[in-house]
């Protein structure tokens, strides 16, 4: 459904950049959940890749990929995510590229905060490569909506099917959580150390005290920077990771 208020057309005019008006700064945004990760198509360089050849075909300068690794699309509280909005309203971009819409969001009712709130106010194009919406058109429009619905769709899908996996996990007397960085599930089902990223996490918490920054200690590690900061950040995520670990009964 078209959010009450919209002056679609004027937004739509404001997204579509033309292949000749140049200069266009494009940036691409790619975003993997940690379940993501291994899955076919979803990678972060696979989605850099299909962004900077879309551009490339529209005339466009690619001038920032923003990446965000290990985050899910079920809220918009994201590092990556707040920096690229922080850009846009510096005026910085005319358009945002993303792989597909659920890369950005798989809420219904963020993407319409982020097309109102961020999007139309600044102008800025908002274009995915495999995903072929117009806004001109009210087809386009109705477009549009039906992807985020089926985004949410199958996050939500995928929610439920989680907790009935995990329900029978822990009636077999398995581990029913995600498994930490730094750990491993043992074949007893229950989780157990991985020496080679409890090593990587010595490294990492040893950069760290040499006041190292989170993408350095990433590009050394390659440790995602959604775990590296569930890991070293003194915040709650930090506190919610350290009690995860203090709930295993490792041997």
């Not at 899908?157 to 996990?169: G, S």
């Not at 074949?187 to 005290?209: F, M, S, W, Y």
Request: a positive charge; charged letters at 30%.
């Amino acid at each position: 459904m078209e959010p009450k208020g919209t002056s679609w057309a004027r937004v739509a005019r404001s997204r579509a950049p033309s292949p000749t008006d140049l200069p266009v700064n494009a940036v691409g945004y790619i975003r993997v959940s940690t379940d993501e990760q291994a899955a076919e198509g979803q990678s972060l360089d696979n989605q850099e890749a299909r962004i900077r050849a879309y551009a490339e075909s529209q005339g466009w300068e690619v001038v920032e990929i923003y990446r965000e690794e290990g985050y899910s699309g079920k809220t918009i509280d994201r590092p990556e995510l707040k920096r690229l909005t922080n850009a846009i309203a510096a005026g910085q971009i005319d358009v945002l590229l993303v792989y597909r819409v659920d890369r950005l969001t798989r809420r219904q009712k963020d993407l319409w905060t982020l097309l109102e709130d961020v999007l139309e106010p600044n102008k800025v194009g908002f274009k995915s490569v495999i995903e072929p919406f117009d806004t001109t058109t009210a087809q386009g429009k109705a477009f549009l909506g039906m992807l985020a619905v089926f985004a949410q769709l199958e996050r939500d899908t995928i929610a439920e099917r989680t907790k009935d996996t995990l329900k029978n996990k822990r009636a077999n007397g398995e581990w029913s959580g995600r498994v930490p960085f730094g750990f491993r599930i043992g074949v007893n089902g229950q989780l157990e150390k991985d020496p080679d990223q409890q090593r990587l996490i010595a490294k990492a918490k040893r950069l760290r005290k040499c006041e190292k920054s989170f993408r350095r200690i990433n590009e050394k590690t390659g440790i995602p920077l959604g775990t590296l900061h569930r890991i070293l950040s003194k915040n709650g995520r930090n506190r919610k990771y350290r009690n995860s670990i203090k709930a295993i009964t490792v041997p």
